[in-house]
């Protein structure tokens, strides 16, 4: 089964330019994360889609970052315009329900994440 | 608002020597923790969870974590660490009682295992 896969591995800018991350999940899983890691930090959750549908962006600096998940499969999460702070690691997470529909309590399959650097 | 504390920054044990990495826990709802690992350069990756049941959970690796209620923590722990277990390992708790909950996590523990 492949695991979830992202790109670029690595990006680098410079501040007030635009950026791009790509992400497609395992196939079937129907809920999808957008997670922000900083070094020396956790991640944080940045979005959560259900399907094609949002179900948690509060996180999400919306004046700059935006994602979508059209068709309830691969995402895209884009920065406009960067700032140095948003220099992080960027990863993608899918997961997967339960049988029966007794929801999600899935562990977390992560994929290798978007090293992003802001100049 | 849900959290979760990793108390230790860097935990160093001898190879062959029990480990433990420490989590507590906090949740408005029944809890779902997880641990995870983290290779350099790599994403995260699964190690065990506690959904419901019995207060010991086995998990990949030889790595196995309890369950307090009381106490609120789901410490890590392995009898015997190797060398290749260094890495860096996040808790993360869900609330169990909402359908969609997220995932939040703790800031991790460099675990390094010495010869």
């Known amino acids: 089964e492949a695991g979830v896969a992202q790109s670029p591995r690595y990006k680098i800018i410079e501040k007030r330019q635009s950026v791009a991350f790509w992400c497609n999940p395992i196939?079937?899983?129907?809920?999808l994360y957008w997670y922000q890691q900083i070094l020396g930090q956790g991640p944080k959750l940045l979005i959560q889609?259900?399907?094609?549908?949002?179900?948690?962006d509060s996180q999400l600096p919306k004046d700059r970052f935006s994602a979508e998940r059209l068709k309830g499969v691969d995402s895209t999460l884009k920065i406009q315009p960067a700032k140095l702070e948003d220099s992080a690691v960027y990863l993608c997470?899918?997961?997967?329900?339960?049988?029966?529909?007794?929801?999600?309590?899935?562990?977390?399959?992560f994929g290798e994440g978007s090293r992003l650097t802001v100049l | 608002a849900q959290s979760v504390a990793q108390p230790e920054d860097q935990v160093n044990v001898a190879e062959g020597n029990p480990l433990t990495v420490k989590c507590t826990y906090s949740?408005?709802?029944?809890?779902?923790l997880f641990w995870y690992v983290q290779y350099p350069n790599r994403g995260l990756q699964f190690l065990l969870k506690?959904?419901?049941?019995?207060?010991l959970v086995k998990g990949s690796y030889g790595f196995e974590a309890e369950f307090n209620k009381s106490q609120t923590s789901f410490h890590l722990k392995k009898p015997s660490a190797l060398v290749s277990d260094s890495a860096l390992y996040f808790c993360?708790?869900?609330?169990?009682?909402?359908?969609?909950?997220?995932?939040?996590f703790g800031d991790g523990t460099t675990l390094t295992v010495k010869p």
């Open positions: 997470a899918s997961s997967s329900r339960l049988a029966g529909g007794r929801g999600n309590t899935g562990e977390l399959f």
């Open positions: 196939s079937g899983h129907a809920t």
């Open positions: 889609f259900q399907n094609n549908g949002v179900v948690d």
């Open positions: 949740v408005s709802g029944n809890p779902y």
């Open positions: 506690y959904i419901t049941g019995d207060n």
């Open positions: 993360a708790v869900r609330d169990g009682g909402t359908n969609a909950g997220k995932s939040t």
